[in-house]
Antibody, heavy 119, light 111 residues
């Protein structure tokens, strides 16, 4: 069955860095766009970034552009998000999700990993 | 401020019908991009409820439906049940942002 498992979250000080991972299984990873979507405590969903199946197309939300970097390793069926220059407002649960195309729905989501930015 | 606008809350009695609206603009819903809907229970990941405006994934009951017209979309739930109490989010693609946009979410309360 399809599984997406995030890891790497934790407590980090403002200005610090963190690397999130998403391990995928149960499907052909390199057939899918992969994305990161976050949810601040008590708030709604916010798209962060997506990457195409081959990695040729990458987009970021304005709120993270220049600070976050998405990447993937199709040989390892893994998606990553490097978070730099973290701010308090980056505190959120970060979900990875898959989609067939950039305009398609995200049909499977991971359970999420919590990133807390606090001094 | 979310790019897609949803009412913060809706409510209905068991058995009733409720609708949740999602209003966008000419760069997302109005541009013809599909609208998708997700259901989220507290402490859990969102689950896909409707894709491509009006399609249900396997396992989603047919009392849940979606529609789209112009720059807006709607989610309808008929025969409301206690288990429908959750948060609901709409999502689309925005060509001016070259990214995904979500509605702010709607909390459905079953009275």
């Amino acid at each position: 069955q399809v599984q997406l498992v995030e890891s790497g979250g934790g407590l980090v000080k403002p200005g610090g860095s963190l690397r999130l991972s998403c391990a995928a299984s149960g499907f052909t990873f390199n057939d899918y766009y992969m994305s990161w979507i976050r949810q601040a405590p008590g708030k709604g969903l916010e798209w962060v970034s997506y990457m195409s199946s081959t990695g040729s197309t990458i987009q970021y939300a304005d709120s993270v552009k220049g600070r976050f970097t998405i990447s993937r390793d199709n040989a390892k069926n893994s998606l990553y998000l490097q978070l730099n220059s973290l701010r308090a407002e980056d505190t959120a649960v970060y979900y990875c999700a898959r989609a067939r195309r950039v305009v398609a729905a995200s049909d499977y989501w991971g359970q999420g990993t919590l990133v807390t930015v606090s001094s | 401020q979310s790019v897609l606008t949803q009412p913060p809350s809706v409510s209905g009695a068991p058995g009733q019908r409720v609708t949740i609206s999602c209003t966008g603009s000419s760069s997302n819903i109005g541009a013809g991009f599909d609208v998708h809907w997700y259901q989220q229970f507290p402490g859990t990941a969102p689950k896909l409820l409707i894709y491509g405006n009006n399609n249900r994934p396997s396992g989603v009951p047919d009392r849940i439906s979606g529609s789209k017209s112009g720059t807006s979309a709607s989610l309808a739930i008929t025969g409301l049940q206690a288990e429908d109490e959750a948060d609901y989010y709409c999502q689309s693609y925005d060509s001016s942002l070259s990214g995904w946009v979500f509605g702010g979410g709607t909390k459905l309360t079953v009275l």
